[in-house]
């Protein structure tokens, strides 16, 4: 049972370099989800996609862009990361409005 | 907006010792509520819920009941062990949503020792 699988576990960038964090499950989920997780804050909804080929913006949307490549996959892209984005990013799956399935997350620092 | 609002931890209790997480939410309409556990290096799953007034959700001896006069719902374990060391969630979802998408609060630490 693999669920929700994203890559790569761990990530250093420098200001200004681009990367795209993957995600895909196996649960034949119509909606996929990114959030960011930092301390004390929670987490936040950066961008959803409710069905395959429809996204929308969630609370912090600013400097990332996805993309849901078929039902099964998932991407956020830093297109030039900043040190504000070092967070830690989780991706997560439901059917619907059921309960949410979540991957074990990407630890990025932008120093 | 809608928001929840979670009591400051860490909180760090000895074993078989009584917990109270305090959760409290702003929204408008009747949102339903969660309660997500994250154990240490893993994502986070879903402990329980409840989706209308005076429900009580429960999972593994945790409990939980929606309070729409006070606007809590607050988690509660009658005993808790070593293995329940982990950062609790708080969560809404606005009444009438039909994706998943939550709020959470900012997390809760809990240490057990033994």
């Known amino acids: 049972n693999a669920g929700v699988t994203q890559t790569p576990k761990f990530q250093v960038l420098k200001t200004g370099q681009s990367m795209t964090l993957q995600c895909a499950q196996d649960?034949?989920?119509?909606?996929m989800y990114w959030y960011r997780q930092d301390p004390g804050m929670g987490l936040r909804l950066i961008y959803y996609?409710?069905?395959?080929?429809?996204?929308d913006k969630g609370e912090v949307p600013n400097g990332y862009n996805v993309s849901r490549l078929n039902k099964r996959e998932f991407s956020l892209r830093l297109e030039s990361a900043a040190p504000s984005q070092t967070s830690v990013y989780f991706c997560?799956?439901?059917?619907?409005?059921?309960?949410?399935?979540f991957g074990s997350g990407t630890q990025l620092s932008v120093l | 907006g809608n928001s929840v609002t979670q009591m400051e931890g860490p909180v760090t209790l000895s074993e078989e010792a009584f917990l109270t997480i305090n959760c409290t939410y702003t929204a408008t309409g009747y949102p339903s509520l969660f309660w997500y556990v994250q154990y240490p290096g893993e994502g986070l799953q879903l402990l329980l819920k409840a989706t209308k007034a005076d429900d009580k959700g429960s999972n593994k001896g945790f409990e939980a009941t929606y309070r729409k006069e006070t606007t809590s719902f607050h988690l509660e374990k009658g005993s808790v062990q070593v293995s329940d060391s982990a950062v609790y969630f708080c969560a809404l979802r606005s009444g009438g949503s039909n994706t998943g998408k939550l709020i959470f609060g900012q997390g809760t630490t809990l240490q057990v020792k033994p």
């Open positions: 996609s409710a069905s395959e080929g429809t996204t």
């Open positions: 649960m034949n989920h119509n909606s």
């Open positions: 997560a799956s439901s059917h619907l409005n059921e309960k949410l399935f």
